[in-house]
């Protein structure tokens, strides 16, 4: 699991770029980037999903690669570490939670899930944060290190200012 202050720094990292972003294309935060945003999140889940493959009970095809579900991972982490910005969600006071090893991949979605369902009904801080414990859980469930995590993420955050400098 990530330490808070790991999340701090992506949060922090995330700031910078929704902050570019923003002042780029002249965009106020209102609800309806904060819906974007959502969606957001919830397309780059399926994607991690669709990538992960275990689902695909009619197909033999393997699971992608660890470097290409890593990816897909921290796309999640953009949008779900900008929505907690947004709510005003103080990383520094995550609290530690244990990983069930016995849930399936299939119920830690799920759970995913049912927790954007709720947050979504009601934007609180105390949704936001079960969505991301449940969110977080699959880096439990992938074994990503907290290296990996840093990585991976600094290395998306300078695609991602270099598209914005490209106009994407």
């Given at each position: ?15 910078r ?48 690669e ?39 991949i ?53 695609i ?9």
């Amino acid at each position: 699991m990530l330490k808070p202050e790991i999340l701090h720094f992506l949060a922090q990292q995330q700031r910078r770029l929704d902050d570019f972003i923003y002042k780029k294309k002249n965009i106020k935060f209102d609800s309806t980037i904060s819906n974007k945003k959502i969606i957001a999140f919830f397309v780059e889940l399926g994607e991690f999903i669709n990538e992960e493959k275990s689902f695909k009970f009619w197909s033999q095809k393997p699971s992608s690669e660890r470097s290409v579900l890593l990816e897909e991972y921290i796309d999640g982490i953009h949008f779900i570490v900008s929505i907690g910005n947004e709510v005003g969600y103080n990383f520094l006071e995550y609290p530690a939670a244990t990983f069930n090893k016995n849930l399936s991949i299939e119920i830690i979605y799920f759970n995913i899930i049912q927790s954007l369902a709720s947050y979504i009904l009601d934007k609180t801080v105390f949704n936001y944060q079960n969505l991301l414990r449940d969110f977080l859980t699959i880096s439990q469930a992938f074994d990503f290190t907290e290296e990996e995590i840093i990585g991976a993420y600094n290395k998306k955050n300078k695609i991602n200012f270099n598209r914005q400098e490209e106009n994407y």
